[in-house]
């Protein structure tokens, strides 16, 4: 039974973790906190059901497809309403990116309503034994997923001339602007990376979740709670930081109460931020004067 | 060189009374006269505008003045409107004290947020915080099943003031336009006191303004308590208007009309909120039966807003009439 629900929580958790890096690239890369982060995942979601469901295209090439869209999402969000307000206070800057949000929801709602749908099932059924563990293999391909996406942002940003660039940018645009760096074009990229990023996460998600305009609040506010868990700005911090809090979700589920599952996101984020807001693996906040 | 009378004239046109003082008590006079020309809906929705003024003068004072990103507004009015809710439905206590329990009630719900921003966590930290207490409070809504009936939600029966019974939405626009017009006046004069002041000097730089000697902790505080206060009335309000109180009300979607508010009328300006409440409760009516577009209408003001009018459609006004213009300050 532990064991059932620790792998079945890791895998949930992978999908917040996925979230939440694609959050950590745009904060890496902009110090901005994407509040419509939720709304790229929904967004991605529902770019496969059109291709895959009324254009019936083969699932592979809907998704690549969709995560193209979403990098050009993205990058157009970044250069034509991050871009010219991004000097400005950080109040503006979260009422863009939730205003964004708000607008995706809102024509995800003109075309398909309050309805929901069931999303094609694309990845692969069937499941395995180990020991007393049941595996699905859709479980498996979401966690596979998960742990490449985390090692290819690791290797780009600890082990490439782009994480020096990215880090260079996170300090001080200006000093980053002054040596040569392009940071309009790094920053737009990086929005793109993290529609991109978020549209994976519709494709894995909305098999399970079924797929409605809504989607977005719930999983904005899980992917916050594994960034708070593992620290603002750690890539590492957001993948374990979103498995800790998908394991623990339904690990509180089965031995507390069902319906606490659903504010165990937002425990975690109070009881983080208060006790100790740097998370697990973050650097302390440093106020900037 | 400026000639010395020139200087004087100058410095006495600066110390006038502000000049929105006359037209402040103006607007609700000129507003009694309203309920002659309106039928039932749209009476309504006069009186929605005007529980959404509070819902943002009260949260421009956090936002706008305070300067904190703060996301538990939608709270503040949701636990306004279910304590309102709960005392006329359970207890069937008196509607002013129902009320007044409503914002106190949101008065201690804003305190309990601020005490974060005084450990020290700000900005997005702060609203990341802030949005997981309010959606808190809607598990809660939901959960606490003995007072607030979960999530079918409380029916609030028909008001009565001293056995004055409210039957028709008029009379509750006069009982409405009665606690909207005070409490407005109550925060345009706290904004332009020292407190207010304070608040101000906070959001433009806290480390100053605490080496000034302003006790940055204790107007952090206040500033929230005094939020959540209007805005908790704004939530009784709209227990009394409404008359059903379920936790569907109180979602993220509510708190971004919130942010649609303050920012559409204009940040740190109460007749921008005032403004702000009154265009984004009118205009989605007109949108009622297109799924989305409501949405769509509230995004886009946003955008264009934060793209070229940073200072909110107030600044329009501004442009045409000296009568809104700030004096001295941006208040």
């Known amino acids: 039974m532990l064991a059932q629900l620790v792998v079945s929580g890791i895998a949930q958790g992978a999908l917040y973790a996925l979230v939440a890096l694609a959050m950590t690239v745009v904060y890496r890369a902009t110090t901005v906190i994407n509040f419509g982060q939720g709304d790229f995942v929904m967004a991605g979601a529902f770019a496969v059901y059109v291709l895959v469901v009324l254009a019936?295209?083969?699932?592979?090439?809907?998704?690549?497809?969709?995560?193209?869209?979403?990098f050009g999402i993205g990058w157009a969000i970044y250069a034509g309403l991050i871009r010219p307000i991004v000097a400005g206070p950080h109040l503006a800057l979260a009422m863009m990116a939730v205003a964004v949000g708000y607008a995706l929801r809102g024509v995800a709602r003109v075309v398909w309503g309050r309805e929901v749908l069931p999303f094609p099932r694309v990845l692969p059924q069937g499941s395995f034994t180990v020991g007393p563990v049941i595996l699905s293999a859709s479980d498996l391909v979401v966690a596979g997923g998960v742990i490449v996406a985390v090692a290819v942002l690791g290797l780009v940003f600890y082990a490439t001339p782009l994480g020096k660039t990215a880090q260079a940018i996170f300090q001080?645009?200006?000093?980053?602007?002054?040596?040569?760096?392009?940071?309009?074009?790094?920053?737009?990229?990086?929005?793109?990376?993290?529609?991109?990023?978020?549209?994976?996460?519709?494709?894995?998600?909305?098999?399970?979740?079924?797929?409605?305009?809504?989607?977005?609040?719930?999983?904005?506010?899980?992917?916050?709670?594994?960034?708070?868990?593992?620290?603002?700005?750690?890539?590492?911090?957001?993948?374990?930081?979103?498995?800790?809090?998908?394991?623990?979700?339904?690990?509180?589920?089965?031995?507390?109460?069902?319906?606490?599952?659903?504010?165990?996101?937002?425990?975690?984020?109070?009881?983080?931020?208060?006790?100790?807001?740097?998370?697990?693996?973050?650097?302390?906040?440093?106020?900037?004067? | 060189m400026i000639d010395a009378r020139e200087a004087d004239a100058a410095l006495n046109r600066r110390t006038a009374r502000h000049p929105s003082g006359g037209i402040f008590w103006l607007v609700p006079a000129v507003l009694l006269l309203l309920p002659p020309l309106l039928n039932d809906y749209t009476q309504y929705i006069v009186n929605l505008a005007l529980v959404y003024v509070l819902v943002g003068v009260g949260f421009n004072v956090v936002i706008g003045n305070l300067g904190q990103l703060a996301f538990a507004n939608a709270a503040f009015f949701g636990l306004g409107a279910y304590a309102t809710g709960i005392l006329l439905h359970h207890y069937h206590a008196p509607l002013l004290l129902s009320i007044v329990a409503g914002a106190i009630v949101g008065s201690l719900a804003g305190a309990l947020v601020s005490l974060p921003a005084l450990r020290g966590i700000r900005s997005f930290y702060l609203a990341i915080i802030t949005l997981a207490f309010g959606e808190l409070m809607r598990w809660v809504y939901v959960n606490a099943e003995a007072w607030t009936?979960?999530?079918?939600?409380?029916?609030?029966?028909?008001?009565?003031?001293?056995?004055?019974?409210?039957?028709?939405?008029?009379?509750?626009?006069?009982?409405?336009?009665?606690?909207?017009?005070?409490?407005?006046?109550?925060?345009?004069?706290?904004?332009?006191?020292?407190?207010?002041?304070?608040?101000?000097?906070?959001?433009?730089?806290?480390?100053?303004?605490?080496?000034?000697?302003?006790?940055?902790?204790?107007?952090?505080?206040?500033a929230f308590a005094w939020s959540g206060f209007v805005v908790g009335t704004g939530g009784a309000l709209y227990a009394i208007l409404v008359r059903q109180v379920s936790p569907d009300a109180f979602t993220l979607l509510e708190l971004i009309l919130h942010f649609g508010i303050v920012i559409v009328g204009g940040l740190t300006r109460i007749a921008g909120s005032i403004l702000g409440a009154v265009a984004l409760t009118m205009a989605p009516e007109l949108l009622r039966d297109l799924p989305g577009y409501e949405e769509l209408l509230i995004a886009c003001l946003m955008i264009l807003i934060l793209l070229f009018l940073p200072g909110g459609l107030v600044t329009l006004f501004d442009r045409v009439t000296p009568l809104f213009r700030q004096r001295y300050h941006r208040v």
């Open chain 2, 149 to 222: 009936l979960g999530s079918m939600g409380l029916h609030v029966p028909r008001p009565a003031l001293f056995g004055w019974v409210l039957s028709t939405e008029k009379h509750k626009f006069y009982l409405f336009l009665g606690i909207v017009t005070l409490l407005v006046a109550a925060t345009a004069n706290l904004l332009r006191s020292r407190i207010g002041r304070g608040f101000m000097a906070i959001r433009d730089n806290e480390l100053a303004a605490a080496a000034m000697g302003i006790p940055t902790a204790r107007y952090m505080v206040l």
């Open chain 1, 172 to 289: 001080s645009e200006r000093g980053a602007a002054l040596i040569g760096i392009n940071v309009a074009a790094f920053q737009g990229a990086m929005w793109g990376v993290a529609a991109a990023m978020g549209a994976l996460g519709g494709i894995l998600i909305a098999p399970i979740t079924l797929l409605y305009p809504d989607l977005a609040a719930s999983i904005l506010i899980r992917g916050f709670a594994a960034m708070t868990l593992g620290g603002f700005g750690s890539f590492p911090g957001a993948a374990i930081g979103g498995v800790m809090l998908g394991v623990s979700e339904l690990l509180v589920g089965a031995y507390v109460s069902s319906t606490l599952i659903d504010i165990t996101a937002y425990l975690v984020i109070i009881g983080v931020l208060l006790i100790r807001p740097s998370g697990l693996f973050g650097r302390p906040i440093a106020v900037r004067v």
């Open chain 1, 56 to 70: 019936g295209a083969p699932f592979v090439v809907s998704a690549v497809l969709a995560l193209a869209l979403l």
